[in-house]
């Protein structure tokens, strides 16, 4: 690979990394969990740093 595109590359993931970080520091301040998958299983993140496989929107 190019070095130009991999400073590229670099570049778009370090924006999107920003992007993502943001957003979810916006849902723990809105109360909302952020959600993931890991190993074919959906983890919700608690604003309270806890984890849960169940989470019942209200």
Do not use: S
């Not at 993931?13 to 943001?22: E, F, Q, S």
Request: zero cysteines.
């Amino acid at each position: 690979m190019k070095k130009e595109t991999h400073k590229l590359f670099a570049n778009i993931a370090r924006i999107g990394n920003r992007a993502v970080k943001k957003a979810q520091e916006e849902n723990r301040q809105k109360g909302l969990p952020n959600v993931y998958e890991f190993g074919n299983k959906i983890l919700y993140a608690l604003p309270d740093g806890t984890f849960t496989t169940e989470y019942k929107f209200d």
